[in-house]
């Protein structure tokens, strides 16, 4: 199988293979990235994880409301 032809279509590398070098046999269709694609202009804001002591300081609060909602009836 040889390459029969390659051309640049809509944003994509198309290569059609030939067999005999006449009829295409197999085609190829990739699509083609810019930088922008692979590396984005805008970056991406990380939002830091919460420590352990950030989510153990959360769970006691979250007990104390319940323990004080359970006390007065809610």
Request: proline share 5%; glycine share 4%; charged share 25%.
């Amino acid at each position: 199988m040889t390459i029969l032809r390659e051309y640049e279509e809509n944003g994509y590398k198309i290569t059609e293979y030939t067999n005999d070098g006449e009829t295409v046999s197999a085609r190829i269709k990739e699509q083609i990235l810019t930088n922008d694609d692979i590396f984005p202009s805008e970056p991406v804001e990380v939002q830091p994880k919460p420590t352990l002591e950030e989510m153990q300081a959360q769970t006691l609060l979250n007990t104390e409301v319940l323990i004080a909602m359970k006390n007065i009836g809610v």
